[in-house]
């Protein structure tokens, strides 16, 4: 299942119309989104839709006003990532906050599974960045990570 934390790298995820801030990783990637529509891609896989059913994100939007956010899938077979993603709003105030996205929600999402886009915004916002903590479909591997001050902050 896709469990992306971004600690220490970039646990192999790219970017189209973004950068990030470069080595050190030190938590969190910091993905600028200065250019129109950056998406972050991660690495491809292979899972059953019906076994990642949500994904769960931990973000920072800071310098933006947008908040809309999606999350792209890529069926196996296909050539490319769907249409429709599943969008959801995120809070554009600079904090972390954990992210629960319906992936099943899609009428799409069905069958096996090779790949994740997450785009934070439209972009095109200078001075406009998203801090990622992780990306995960693993529900019991997010709780463990979560620091009980987190609580304060959400």
Known sequence: LPNYRFTADRQRCFY???TDSGWPIQ???RVKLDASDPQIICPEGFWSAASAPKLYIRMALS???QTSCQVFFRKLGEGGF???PVTF???ADGQMHTYEVDLASSGNY???IMQLRLDPTDGGTPGAYASI???T???QEMSMVRHPLWALYE
């Open 82 to 84: 769907v249409s429709a």
């Open 89 to 91: 709003s995120a809070l």
């Open 110 to 112: 069905t069958g096996s």
């Open 133 to 135: 903590e992780f990306i």
């Open 137 to 139: 479909a693993k529900q």
């Open 16 to 18: 189209v119309n973004a």
């Open 63 to 65: 310098g933006t006003s």
């Open 27 to 29: 938590g969190n990637l």
